[in-house]
T-cell receptor, first 116, second 110 residues
């Protein structure tokens, strides 16, 4: 199946700093990628849709100025958590749709963010 | 918005037992997806269903797309220790991303 990678796998930062998370499709091109957030013992919640060559679209309640998304190329999307606070600590996971269609999604391994 | 009701929330079973979990949706969609997530990792696609009534197997896993298009079940036969994890149903796709159920935590008792 398609392979999606994320970097870093885990990051610890101080409150007020910004953190960038990368999501790459390794063997296919993805004009669309998705970012999810997962709190402990909870399900994945869609945060935003990253669109190559255009602005990201955000789900209701997700602050676009806090979670900056840049889809720089057909294989790379980045999520920057700006001015991070402890409540931003979570597991962030990206996905890219099946290159045969968009019904199935392949997920990255996730990035664990801990804000102190 | 769309809601997915997944049950049971958790299951405690003995190795070798069969497992069944299901999801129901408040809306009709064209796809049911089943994922498994191990601790600290991203979800891995197990089975994708695209047609009402479709029954698909992947090794010891079997999933069906309900004929009403509002429900799906996942069965695991003869469970083994590596089946432990969280199983999610999901719907959506296209330009809208996925909506996930709350997950079923599968725990295998020694």
């Amino acid at each position: 199946g398609a392979v999606v990678s994320q970097h870093p796998s885990r990051v610890i930062c101080k409150s007020g700093t910004s953190v960038k998370i990368e999501c790459r499709s390794l063997d296919f091109q993805a004009t669309t990628m998705f970012w999810y957030r997962q709190f402990p013992k909870q399900s994945l919640m869609l945060m935003a849709t990253s669109n190559e060559g255009s602005k990201a679209t955000y789900e209701q309640g997700v602050e676009k100025d806090k979670f900056l998304i840049n889809h720089a190329s057909l294989t790379l999307s980045t999520l920057t958590v700006t001015s991070a606070h402890p409540e931003d600590s979570s597991f962030y996971i990206c996905s890219a749709p099946d290159f045969l269609g968009q019904e199935t999604q392949y997920f990255g391994p996730g990035t664990r963010l801990l804000v102190l | 918005g769309q809601q997915l009701n997944q049950s049971p929330q958790s299951m405690f079973i003995q190795e070798g037992e069969d497992v069944s979990m299901n999801c129901t949706s408040s809306s009709i969609f064209n796809t049911w997806l089943w994922y498994k997530q191990d601790p600290g990792e991203g979800p891995v696609l197990l089975i994708a269903l695209y047609k009402a009534g479709e029954l698909t197997s992947n090794g010891r896993l079997t999933a069906q797309f309900g004929i009403t298009r509002k429900d799906s079940f996942l069965n695991i036969s003869a469970s083994i220790p590596s089946d432990v994890g969280i199983y999610f149903c999901a719907q959506g796709g296209g330009a809208d991303g996925l909506t996930f159920g709350k997950g079923t935590h599968l725990i295998i008792q020694p």
